[in-house]
């Protein structure tokens, strides 16, 4: 919206106005703010309408282990969700089809999360939410619309690259054609459900969140920077040329979760006031697998979603290999940091060192933009 009242009363960018329509860094930052202030100021109140509306935690019976978790609000997600959104809608151009997908899979994955908590809060019970086959269901829906959105003639992206898959440090995408379409459908199902189960303990997801979509800002500023995309070797098709993604608005979007994501951690951090719910983990998730494929970043999902792919594996290999091939448990419990919790670690420093060990890996995922 500022944008584009910026860009109609400065059309020559001939006064300071074009700073907001001319300067992606510019609006990141205020984005950035906006967020932060809107998830700061309104988590208060919005905390005394969960509790009044009986929006509370429900543990599960055989968690009893005393972690006092039981009656803290739920549902924060719609702080984050609201706050990031409402700054996205004030300083992103609206007409850029990389944000409009973007709003798409905002607004989807969060009603299927909301749905699933809603499910949860009447139902009093942590286990009555949606059906695990109806949260992939809706998770595959958005992932194949948007497969056939990106393969189709309408995608955003160039033309040399509808169909391709780019493997981190090497310079030229391979072409896969219509599988990319199952592919994705793989990444966004894959994804979602890796920063869901990762959302168990106070702030757990909420940093690694953070980091990766900063990583994911700076791949969109500089994949949307025409010289710097060149420089760094992204997309290139050697003597078929150069095909480059003008994605930079995806750095003023990245911008605002990171701002809202902050903000929430002040009352998510341990002990926790909120937890985000699935109406938080399942929209983040499932925002984060969309931009992931919109840049053709999926597979720097395991460096920028170090502890997601450690939590989802870990669940993988403890019910698919464990329990229901070999018939018993591989790990005490799943995901990963409940296996740590159980053997004794306190919670503060299973956090931490999960952070340290998300922002080590999303370091690596960095050195990707040179090493290629």
């Known amino acids: 919206?500022?944008?584009?009242?910026?860009?109609?009363?400065?059309?020559?960018?001939?006064?300071?106005?074009?700073?907001?329509?001319?300067?992606?860094?510019?609006?990141?930052?205020?984005?950035?703010?906006?967020?932060?202030?809107?998830?700061?100021?309104?988590?208060?109140?919005?905390?005394?309408?969960?509790?009044?509306?009986?929006?509370?935690?429900?543990?599960?019976?055989?968690?009893?282990?005393?972690?006092?978790?039981?009656?803290?609000?739920?549902?924060?997600?719609i702080l984050i969700f609201a706050g990031a959104t409402l700054s996205v809608l004030a300083w992103c151009d609206l007409t850029d089809p990389f944000v409009a997908v973007a709003l798409a899979a905002s607004v989807w994955f969060f009603w299927l999360g909301f749905q699933d908590d809603l499910s949860k809060i009447r139902g009093k019970d942590h286990d009555a939410g949606l059906s695990r086959a109806t949260k992939y269901l809706g998770q595959g829906f958005f992932g194949l619309a948007l497969g056939v959105y990106l393969c189709s003639p309408m995608s955003p992206h160039p033309e040399l690259l509808r169909g391709t898959l780019h493997i981190p440090l090497l310079k030229q995408p391979f072409h896969i054609g219509w599988l990319q379409i199952p592919f994705i459908v793989f990444a966004v199902i894959f994804i979602t459900n890796a920063v869901n189960f990762s959302d168990g303990m106070d702030g757990l997801a909420t940093a690694p969140s953070f980091m990766t979509f900063l990583g994911l800002g700076i791949f969109a500023y500089i994949m949307g920077h025409k010289a710097w995309a060149?420089?760094?070797?992204?997309?290139?098709?050697?003597?078929?040329?150069?095909?480059?993604?003008?994605?930079?608005?995806?750095?003023?979007?990245?911008?605002?979760?990171?701002?809202?994501?902050?903000?929430?951690?002040?009352?998510?951090?341990?002990?926790?006031?909120v937890f985000m719910g699935d109406c938080g983990s399942m929209y983040l998730g499932g925002l984060m697998a969309s931009i992931f494929v919109v840049l053709k970043q999926e597979l720097l999902f395991p460096a920028?979603?170090?502890?997601?792919?450690?939590?989802?594996?870990?669940?993988?290999?403890?019910?698919?290999?464990?329990?229901?091939?070999?018939?018993?448990?591989?790990?005490?419990?799943?995901?990963?940091?409940?296996?740590?919790?159980?053997?004794?670690?306190?919670?503060?420093?299973?956090?931490?060192?999960?952070?340290?060990?998300?922002?080590?890996?999303?370091?690596?995922?960095?050195?990707?933009?040179?090493?290629?």
């Not at 910026?6 to 205020?30: E, N």
């Not at 509306?53 to 006092?68: A, F, K, T």
């Not at 799943?334 to 922002?359: C, M, N, Q, T």
Request: glycine share 12%.
């Open 230 to 273: 060149q420089h760094f070797l992204f997309f290139d098709f050697g003597p078929g040329g150069h095909a480059g993604i003008a994605c930079s608005e995806l750095v003023v979007l990245c911008s605002a979760l990171m701002g809202a994501l902050l903000g929430f951690l002040w009352y998510n951090t341990y002990p926790a006031q």
């Open 1 to 77: 919206m500022i944008h584009h009242l910026a860009a109609f009363l400065d059309p020559d960018s001939a006064t300071w106005l074009r700073l907001f329509h001319r300067y992606v860094s510019t609006r990141a930052g205020f984005a950035f703010l906006t967020a932060l202030l809107i998830v700061g100021i309104g988590f208060p109140g919005a905390l005394r309408v969960f509790l009044r509306l009986g929006w509370v935690n429900r543990q599960r019976s055989y968690m009893g282990d005393g972690s006092g978790k039981e009656g803290v609000p739920v549902m924060g997600g």
């Open 304 to 372: 920028f979603g170090f502890l997601f792919l450690l939590e989802v594996v870990s669940v993988i290999i403890q019910d698919w290999i464990g329990i229901q091939w070999l018939g018993r448990r591989i790990f005490f419990r799943a995901p990963f940091h409940e296996d740590l919790k159980y053997r004794g670690w306190s919670e503060p420093k299973i956090v931490v060192r999960l952070w340290i060990l998300s922002g080590v890996a999303m370091s690596l995922g960095l050195l990707t933009i040179k090493l290629r």
